[in-house]
Nanobody, 121 residues
Framework: QVQLVESGGGLVQPGGSLRLSCTASGNIFNVNDMGWYRQGSGKQRELVARITPGSSRFYADSVKGRFTISRDNAKDTAYLQMNSLKPEDTDVYYC???????????????WGQGTQVTVSP
């Protein structure tokens, strides 16, 4: 069983910062790409940022220069540092990871439970 556990969401004023964390745990053989997606009510889930095991990064245009994704491979943990937050960043943020369980030879997609980020005065 593999789980992704997120933390760090909350309420912040415009211009403020938040840091999200996501840790993969369970019977893990290896973790490939990790990333963060967000989804608002009635909207499709969209990719925010993604990072490879070698720390190559991809960002959505809407967050470039404001968000930074990083990871600690030894801890199977990814972080999303969000600065200069705007009201339009308000969404539920989901962690995603490509994981190869110890009992499998294939890679599978896993998702966190989601954490609410609200940016409001």
């Amino acid at each position: 069983q593999v789980q992704l556990v997120e933390s760090g969401g909350g309420l912040v004023q415009p211009g403020g910062s938040l840091r999200l964390s996501c840790t993969a745990s369970g019977n893990i053989f290896n973790v490939n790409d990790m990333g963060w997606y967000r989804q608002g009510s009635g909207k499709q889930r969209e990719l925010v940022a993604r990072i490879t095991p070698g720390s190559s990064r991809f960002y959505a245009d809407s967050v470039k220069g404001r968000f930074t994704i990083s990871r600690d491979n030894a801890k199977d943990t990814a972080y999303l540092q969000m600065n200069s937050l705007k009201p339009e960043d308000t969404d539920v943020y989901y962690c995603h990871a490509e994981v190869r369980p110890q009992t499998a030879e294939l890679w599978y997609d896993y998702w966190g439970q989601g954490t609410q980020v609200t940016v409001s005065p």
